[in-house]
């Protein structure tokens, strides 16, 4: 079965509905004929300012979501990126192959260093894209499953393994992109033209899958909507209505078509109104399944631990390979 690969950062509490729809629901999906591994980026984390005690919560949350999500540890490989060492290990060979000019094109060290300026930004958000690779190719996956946001780390990824294997012995695959296209992107509820993101989208932008669901259906009737009163998908002109009937779409499988048919006539209120009932009723199960699962630390405990076990074998497989080829001495 064609190994997959894809990861998601502990930077907040909750996911939000773009990793979901962009990501974690093809996780669920590509279990079925797969042999998947998924693992909390916590040393992704650390690109960014962080809080030590934050950042163990969110790991531990972060695995109860994939599982609420679907994730099922029986399938799936389930771990924590700094249980398996290998990833830290392969990111420094690959910071050796990766051009200072290359790195510093990838449009996300552009878009996340752009507030305080790039001298403020870390050497490590500087390097994320390596780590990224190295992740990936740790695993030697067919695909990876990532939102559009993370298209151009992949090549990147590519980029480096296709080096690797020139310069030495083939080594690594090169991985393919699993990007639907429908639900790719989900936009910032307040600022459309910005993708909705963890870090830096603020709360009232985002869907968090594990807010209070009246607080999100309030958020998503406040959404900003564009001018104009019909209801159609134009992402140039409608940006704001076009990420609602997205999200809708997302959850109800109702072809984006439909629903213009649908609304024809209507108000943005009404889009709005039922769209909140669509996403309530959707969270809420979610919800409560995570908050079960993080009742039940030990087993929690247990599924993490069994994962790295898992990964950890196959990546240090993949590491001794590397080493071996770069001209490491082997120790006795
Ligand atoms: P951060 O702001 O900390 O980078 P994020 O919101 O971008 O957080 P990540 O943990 O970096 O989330 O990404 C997890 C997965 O979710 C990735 O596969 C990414 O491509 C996908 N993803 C992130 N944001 C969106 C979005 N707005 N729409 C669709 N997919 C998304
Ligand atoms: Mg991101």
Redesign the pocket.
């Known amino acids: 079965r064609p190994r997959v690969l894809?990861g998601?950062?502990p930077?907040s509490d909750s996911f939000?509905l773009?990793?979901y729809?962009?990501?974690v629901r093809q996780w669920v999906d590509l279990q079925r004929d797969h042999q998947p591994f998924f693992f909390i980026?916590d040393m992704h984390a650390l690109t960014v300012e962080w809080d030590p005690k934050l950042l163990r919560e969110r790991t531990l949350r972060g695995a109860a979501q994939l599982i609420a999500a679907g994730v099922d540890p029986a399938k799936s490989a389930i771990f924590v990126q700094s249980h398996v060492p290998a990833h830290a290990q392969l990111a420094w060979v690959l910071n050796g192959l990766t051009g200072f000019g290359e790195a510093r094109r990838m449009t996300q060290f552009k878009d996340k260093s752009a507030k305080g300026g790039e001298g403020a930004a870390s050497v490590g958000l500087f390097a994320y894209p390596v780590l990224m690779a190295a992740d990936i190719l740790l695993y030697r996956p067919h695909y990876v499953p990532?939102?559009?946001?993370?298209r151009q780390h992949l090549e990147l990824t590519r980029d480096l393994a296709q080096r690797f294997n020139s310069r030495f012995k083939k080594t690594f695959r090169l991985p393919e992109p699993y990007i639907l296209k429908a639900t790719?992107?989900?936009y910032d509820l307040q600022d459309p033209t910005r993708?909705?993101?963890?870090?830096?989208s603020a709360p009232s932008g985002i869907i968090e899958m594990l807010d209070d669901p009246k607080v999100t259906a309030k958020k998503i009737r406040s959404a900003v909507t564009d001018s104009g009163t019909e209801i159609r998908f134009d992402q140039e002109e409608k940006p704001g209505v076009s990420n609602l009937l997205t999200i809708y779409s997302a959850l109800t499988g109702e072809p984006i078509s439909a629903l213009e048919e649908q609304y024809a006539g209507k108000m943005y209120g009404d889009l709005k109104k039922d769209l909140a009932d669509v996403v309530v009723d959707f969270v809420t199960p979610f919800r409560d399944r995570t908050l079960e699962l993080l009742d039940d630390q030990d087993h929690l405990m247990q599924v993490l631990a069994k994962g790295a076990e898992t990964a950890g074998a196959v990546a240090e497989a993949t590491l001794r390979d590397v080493y071996q080829r770069v001209g490491f001495v082997a120790p006795a």
Do not use: P, R, Y
């Open positions: 894809s998601i950062q930077t939000h773009g990793n729809v962009g990501a980026a990532v939102g559009e946001d993370q790719a992107k989900l993708k909705m993101s963890k870090s830096s």
